[in-house]
């Protein structure tokens, strides 16, 4: 069973204003959760001392670990540490080690410290630093009554670093048989999330195996769950049969971005790629881009929004753009085909299509979408109909593209 | 001042195990804030009998108006109604008026009840039911001790809907002086959290209006906020004062996005714009062109990798390219010019550096960027030293582009 004497107690008015939701419980709770340990409850509350004290004191007497994010900056409404001092009757003092970790942080980036920038070393008498290697402000330990209480700063990639190297190796110090909660995630494409669960065996799959569903537009997210003894094996079972039916669909697994798995593709295969963007507009290159080693290889890319810049680029003859459009079956070859020729890529890919909210008719409404994808074979075109806003069909649009991509680096691979 | 007397418990084993995170709240406290009402404290619990009981009882000493969100299905694991009977001492009967609720619901429908509906009509002996127009589920509302209590589905339109038509009227009735809470967001660049804070002219500003931060990489937020008679007026002055020492870092308010911002000017001022990105890989681009009527401005943008697309597409002369390398700002003063040479647009903007994790030298360590402008009055050329990881790297560049970008637009105008 999963042990779950942990509470979270996020801190902000933001998160009671509803002008943020609160993603730092989901990152903790999630963590826990692929360890073993499953959350007692979460608490938010604003920033204000009296509540921060009342939460606390709750929590003390109801749980063993507390996990609170929030209120480590160094600005007059971060006030965790002075109500963290008032909730366990300790004074706030200038903590030393505390205040080396902030000069460290300013002298390694050889950047001025802020007089301000002291506050964040003014903790509980008793407590014990966690080192930020993120941001500025350290977080702290404190023990109390058979309780440990963790302070982390609510900034998210800096609390999800500091959960990772100062909590968790705790929590597995002091309960170390916890049986972990193992879950596999598939994300899927171009499946419709009723048309996915018919498709799924249920009946087959081995008992205790759960299935939940989740969506990441334009994907779909199949978990396989399971906990205990032989969860492996099982979730081995499970897969098998999940992927009988939907390993068409399937762009990427667990943590990994669709895009992470094409640009580690595309690089496994030794192909090069230059794209050509119309209405995505640079989604598709920045996704790539966002990788590291993208360079490795991606040659170049052209957002050729004006017909001027297709024509010059990608060597579109001014006649297709003049009898068929820009949006067009012959445009999005002419486009792959033209840039393929001037760059030598082994792969170039185009997308020219009508994102909205205007520009649509009734021939080719908004959302209708022309990839082209030029290779040694010759030029591949499709005509795709996308349905939802601007953004939606920008994103399905470069989702798509990344499916004709991953498609194509598989088969060399395979080849 | 706000009604800040009210708490939400939400319920659910999905919230605490980080497969989803809870919009509900978000919802409410969003709902409460723009009729004038501030959540106290919000509490997340599994569907455990024991741990709804608990949070009832901590919540009902501590606040006056309770909203539950959760287990009112008819499936094994709602078990709310049960915890609210445990938690107020009251026996659980079959509510007349809720069974009637779920029977309509099914005729009007025209679909067949099953038996486990009948379970949702299972309510404290002294609950008064709540309509539900979408669902099955009846809500309910009790009062104990003062405390008003009001239990809804975990289905986000259900709740939402009848929070709308069955809370805030009882909100407003009973506590009918609330004034609404205003907030003006200003989204700030170029200067850390603490030095912003430094330059707030606390003193000046009208008593009443409260300031807040928040942080959206790599833009610092600071909110006025002010509430009651006046607070219009007040939030002019705070705005006044505010914007006299740190308008020359302001990129967008409220809800705006700096790209939104910058594409409207570009559009008023008439100018046409083309791009050309190394490090940011498309990212700026892509930002550019989320904005329906992108096309307006941006006449094409260039993700030029590659030396070679460098010098096909932008016309860098391959000597630059050999004596200082792709990273100077040589290569960024030619890019910019080079491409405008050739597009014709009113602006050209380079971006050129090393986003990471390799390619960094002594000389130009990763971080370093160049971006350049080209317009009538000749090419701007900077050279910046960004700190972070990749995505940080080119989330700084693309912004700071950004800035310039609206910085001349702005002066077109004013011109």
């Given amino acids: 069973m999963p042990v779950n004497d942990i509470a979270i107690l996020t801190t902000g008015d933001e998160l009671l204003s509803g002008e943020i939701s609160d993603s730092n419980t989901k990152t903790i709770a999630a963590s826990l959760a692929a360890h073993g340990y499953r959350l007692r409850c979460s608490l938010a509350v604003p920033d204000q001392e009296k509540e921060i004290v009342a939460a606390l004191e709750y929590l003390i007497g ?29 004074r ?25 920038n002291e506050r964040q070393a003014l903790l509980p008498q008793w407590a014990q630093p966690l080192p930020n290697r993120i941001g500025t402000a350290p977080g702290f330990r404190l023990q109390h009554c058979g309780c440990d209480l ?26 170390p048989d916890a049986t972990p909660f193992l879950q596999r995630t598939f994300k899927l494409f171009g499946l419709s999330e009723p048309k996915i669960d018919r498709m799924i065996p249920y009946r087959q799959l081995p008992e205790g195996v759960e299935v939940a569903f989740a969506l990441e537009y334009p994907l779909v997210l199949v978990k396989l769950k399971a906990t205990g003894k032989g969860a492996e094996f099982f979730l081995d079972q499970a897969e098998a049969l999940l992927l009988q039916e939907l390993n068409d669909f399937l762009l990427a697994r667990n943590e990994e971005t669709v895009e992470e798995n094409v640009a580690k593709l595309l690089t496994r ?31 170049r890319s052209g957002v050729t929004y004006a017909d001027s810049a297709k024509m010059a680029w990608l060597g579109v003859p001014q006649l297709i753009l003049q009898q068929h459009g820009a949006v067009s079956e012959k445009c999005a070859r002419a486009m792959a085909s033209g840039l393929r020729q001037s760059t030598g890529t082994d792969l170039s890919l185009a997308i020219t299509g009508i994102a909205g909210p205007d520009g649509g008719t009734d021939e080719k409404p908004v959302g209708t979408v022309f990839l082209a994808l030029a290779s040694e074979a010759g030029v591949h075109v499709k005509r795709y109909t996308f349905s939802g806003d601007r ?9 798509m593209a990344l499916a004709w991509l991953q498609r194509f680096a598989l088969q060399q691979l395979e080849a």
Avoid: Y
């Fill in 391 to 399: 953004n939606q069909v920008q994103k399905m649009s470069a989702t």
């Fill in 62 to 90: 109801h749980v063993q670990f507390i996990i609170i994010t929030g209120g480590l900056g160094s600005t007059g409404d971060d006030r965790t540490a002075r109500a963290a001092a008032r909730a366990l009757g300790q």
């Fill in 92 to 116: 706030l003092v200038v903590n030393e080690d505390a205040l080396e970790m902030v000069h460290d942080w300013f002298a390694q980036r050889n950047l001025k410290m802020e007089p301000s």
């Fill in 269 to 299: 295969a030794g192909l090069t790629l230059s794209l050509a963007e119309s209405c995505t507009g640079g989604l598709l290159s920045a996704l790539l881009t966002s990788q590291a080693g993208a360079s490795a290889f991606l040659e």
């Fill in 150 to 175: 963790f302070f982390l700063p609510g900034v998210p990639v800096e609390m999800a670093a500091m959960f990772k190297a100062s909590v968790l190796p705790v929590l597995q110090r002091q309960v």
